[in-house]
């Protein structure tokens, strides 16, 4: 398993990319979840596991932090 961090974003080919070959486990985080992270509003072992979880159940390597906000949201 990877992760793998770009500070820019992701390129919207990206993502399409590594679902196509999904026994490789890759996960994609932007620059601002990780400013969330190091600003300490989100706790990384709770996003990483939601990103894993996102990835083995519906093959998506990106779970960006604005849906991971909301999701927490949404159950708290």
């Known amino acids: 398993m ?3 961090l770009s500070i820019n ?3 919207e080919h990206v993502p399409p990319l590594l679902k196509q070959n999904p026994e490789k486990s890759i ?3 932007e620059g601002y979840g ?3 992270v190091l600003q300490e509003h989100v706790d990384l ?3 990483i596991l939601a990103m894993v ?3 083995n159940l519906e093959g998506e390597p ?3 932090i604005s849906e991971y ?3 927490q949201q949404d159950e708290g």
């Open 2 to 4: 990877g992760l793998f």
């Open 9 to 11: 974003g992701w390129s």
């Open 27 to 29: 996960l994609l985080m």
């Open 34 to 36: 990780l400013r969330n």
């Open 45 to 47: 072992r709770d996003y």
């Open 53 to 55: 979880a996102k990835l």
């Open 62 to 64: 990106f779970l960006g």
């Open 69 to 71: 906000l909301k999701q």
